[in-house]
């Protein structure tokens, strides 16, 4: 079992570029949730989706973020255009019901620094 | 909106001394995770307890859950350098969402 894969693993760029970041689930796994982690505000949510249909984007920051899951193996986080204030490592994570479980599974993160 | 409270924030203790991380949470649940997060790492699930009075342990570590109180604890045994992290808990409420409380951030002192 390869568990969550997240790519890039680091990601630095400049402010107003366009970054993408991307995620494959755990295999059968029908939840994929994408996280935000920052010294100053924690762990956020910022959407998930469950087969491949977002759920909840209440925690997208601004219009500037977007997220899509064209398949069950796939999703991608987008923000166009970046800035500084977007620099926190990004998780993606998974998780299936099994017995009323809903243990989510933790990708590496990708770090991400908006120069 | 449902909220999770973890104390203390930060804990520093000395190796071979116990300790408990307490996590409060203001809705009726009877599911809890718990995860820890080493630095630079992901998260990692430790516990998962599913119903009031559950027991979870794993080595030096001990996770209960009173749903009653909506309390559940992470109690440290005998501490020793390898458990320096961050502890998390996280709460859902019958739906795939967690929310995570603010982390307990471990520091054991030889």
């Known amino acids: 079992d390869a568990g969550v894969i997240q790519s890039p693993r680091h990601e630095v760029t400049e402010m107003g570029q366009e970054v993408t970041l991307r995620c494959k689930p755990i295999s059968g796994h029908n939840s994929l949730f994408w996280y935000r982690q920052t010294m100053m505000r924690g762990l956020e949510l910022l959407i998930y989706?469950?087969?491949?249909?977002?759920?909840?984007d209440s925690g997208m920051p601004e219009d500037r973020f977007s997220a899509k899951m064209p398949n069950a193996s796939f999703s991608t986080l987008k923000i166009q255009p970046s800035e500084p204030r977007d620099s926190a490592v990004y998780f993606c994570a998974s998780s299936n019901l099994a017995g009323g479980i809903y243990e989510q599974f933790f990708g590496p993160g990708t770090r991400l620094t908006v120069l | 909106e449902l909220k999770v409270e973890q104390n203390p924030l930060f804990l520093s203790m000395q190796e071979g001394k116990n300790y408990t991380i307490y996590c409060n949470y203001s809705?009726?649940?009877?599911?809890l995770y718990w995860y820890r997060q080493d630095p630079g790492k992901s998260l990692e699930s430790l516990f998962v307890l599913l119903s009031n009075g559950a027991v979870k342990q794993e080595g030096r570590l001990m996770a209960s859950l009173d749903t009653k109180a909506r309390l559940s604890t992470l109690h440290i045994t005998a501490a020793v350098h390898d458990l320096s992290a961050t502890y998390f808990c996280a709460v859902d409420e019958g739906n795939e969402k967690l929310t995570f409380g603010t982390g307990t951030r471990l520091t054991i002192i030889p």
């Open positions: 809705t009726t649940s009877d599911r």
């Open positions: 989706f469950n087969n491949n249909v977002p759920i909840d």
